[in-house]
């Protein structure tokens, strides 16, 4: 524990307004809900052309947009089909982490030793790389630092977590620290449910709705042009570039960065339909409780405000948010749908099974109910690995597949595809998964035969590992 630095208890501050306000995509996620209202860009009516055309108001796309804007004297153009941050980057629980796609281990195991290795400093790097830029700019995204408990509620996890633990040190991570359960405990009021743990301290918690605000501040300030309620209807390649529709304009661009993520499969045009399947929508959940009051964050002792999640894929990942809620997020209830649905009912039932976990976890807050509850779609690809390529040549780039972990890794990847359109070789470009061809998914109905599958046998897997546990009778329905 020598080098542990949790956050001051102060802050956490617990202000008293409650949600009041309700913007027009207020019910796609408790961030656009919350946060202020907002005022849409205006619509791309009529033509232009430009140097660089970014299709996307999300991070990935943000972060590409200002980057080629700061770096270059380009004309940038963005356009977002609804307003910036509709998507998971606008959704997502805020947790600024070094991972993408599947863990280490798993990327390890299939990739070697080398390639796992840069994955990890990548990924580090782009934890670092979204700190500075929210710090250097003074970006207003409620960010703070406070690292990630991992933590083994059940006996039987100790050894999964060890191993974890000891590939993150291999990998050069010493900072990261092993608690045992003594050590952990004493951390949240002599908690007993904590068998032991692995401190990371490099994690940081965003408002993501206040965050992409912040970032198309920040590209517009550096000279991008952002359309709102404009979506590429088609796209297709012209000679010199490519030519992009939008319901009342057209764009002509020498070079186009494609950033939808998981609406990818939804594009037209010659250009859009090449890319139906590289990716497939994986649908994720989250939810708030309501603020707890100061006693009882006093009871459960988590004043250190670090996000909290315990060895299972599926499940566990709650922290505080920067008005004294906790935040949950899981897929647990979700995965590839069936029939593909891009607006799929979100029950309250992943919510509240959450919410019995948590209280099993801190028996104390049996009286917190949940707030709000949403979903949205990550973009999955068939190999868990992010795409970042050049597609056919050098005048369109494709961004996307981050699974659950896109924050952190796509203002780095805006930098790297900053490299990517002006020609240069660096570092980044270096990086193994960049222009690597992405793998398809395989036609219907064989695909959906196949992710049916592979979600039933991680869903069986996690309740193996929670029968026997705290959690074996926790259910929605408490
Ligand atoms: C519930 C949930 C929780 C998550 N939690 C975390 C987390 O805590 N940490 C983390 O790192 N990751 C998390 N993720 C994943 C993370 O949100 C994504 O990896 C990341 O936001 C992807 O960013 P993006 O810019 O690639 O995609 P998106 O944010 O999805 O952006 C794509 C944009 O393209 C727009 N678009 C689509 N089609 C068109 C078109 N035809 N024309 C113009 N625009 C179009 C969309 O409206 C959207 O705004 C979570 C995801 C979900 C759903």
């Not at 380009?74 to 796609?101: D, H, K, N």
């Not at 195991?109 to 400093?121: D, I, N, P």
């Not at 948590?358 to 068939?382: C, E, Q, Y």
């Not at 695909?447 to 929670?466: M, N, T, V």
Request: aromatic fraction near 10%; hydrophobic fraction near 40%; charge should be positive.
């Amino acid at each position: 524990m020598s080098n542990y630095i949790p956050m001051k208890k102060s802050q956490i501050t617990i202000p008293v307004k409650e949600i009041e306000h309700s913007p027009p995509h207020a019910a796609k996620s408790f961030w656009l809900h919350d946060y202020g209202a907002y005022s849409a860009n205006r619509t791309l009516d009529g033509g232009l052309s430009c140097d660089i055309l970014v299709v996307g108001g999300g991070i990935a796309g943000l972060s590409a947009a200002w980057h080629a804007a700061r770096d270059t004297s380009a004309r940038v153009v963005l356009i977002e089909s609804e307003i910036i941050g509709y998507g998971a980057s606008g959704r997502a629980a805020g947790w600024v982490m070094p991972q993408f796609g599947m863990d280490q281990m798993s990327i390890r195991r299939k990739y070697g030793a080398e390639r796992s290795q840069a994955a990890f400093q990548y990924c580090r790097r782009a934890v670092r790389y979204t700190r500075e830029i929210i710090e250097t700019h003074k970006l207003d995204s409620d960010y703070r630092h406070p690292g990630l408990m991992r933590v083994a509620f059940d006996d039987r996890w100790i050894d999964g977590l060890r191993s974890h633990y000891e590939m993150n040190r291999e990998f050069g991570a010493d900072n990261v620290l092993w608690m045992d359960g003594e050590a952990v405990q004493s951390e949240y009021s002599g908690n007993k449910n904590f068998k032991a743990a692995m401190f990371d301290p490099d994690l940081g918690l965003l408002n993501p709705c206040k965050h992409v605000r912040e970032l198309k501040g920040l590209a517009e300030r550096a000279g991008v042009e952002i359309f709102e309620n404009s979506p590429a209807i088609s796209l297709d390649r012209i000679a010199g570039g490519t030519r992009v529709a939008t319901p009342r304009g057209i764009i002509r661009a020498d070079k186009t960065v494609i950033a939808t993520n998981a609406y990818t499969h939804q594009l037209e045009g010659t250009l859009g339909r090449e890319m139906r399947r590289l990716q497939a929508p994986v649908f994720a959940r989250g939810a708030v409780t309501e603020r707890l009051s100061k006693e009882q964050w006093k009871a459960i002792d988590w004043g250190s405000g670090n996000a909290l999640e315990s060895t299972l894929d599926l499940f566990h990942y709650m922290a505080p948010t920067a008005d004294g809620r906790i935040q949950f997020y899981w897929i647990y209830y979700g995965g590839h749908s069936l029939f593909g649905e891009m607006q799929p009912e979100v029950s309250d039932e992943g919510g509240q099974m959450s919410l019995a976990h948590l209280k099993k976890i801190f028996p104390v807050l049996k009286d917190v109910r949940i707030a709000h509850n949403w979903g949205g779609h990550m973009s999955g690809t068939r190999d868990l690995v992010p795409h970042l390529c050049f597609l056919g040549d050098e005048r369109v780039i494709y961004v996307g597949g981050c699974w659950g972990h896109g924050l952190a890794i796509n203002h780095l990847h805006g930098q790297t595809i900053s490299h990517m359109l002006s020609g240069r070789s660096s570092e980044l470009t270096d990086f193994w998964i960049v222009n690597r061809q992405p793998k398809k998914w395989p036609i219907k109905p064989f695909d959906g035969i196949g992710k049916q599958l592979a979600w039933a046998w991680l869903r069986r897997r996690a309740r193996k590992q929670l029968a026997g546990s705290i959690f074996e009778n926790a259910t929605a329905r408490q």
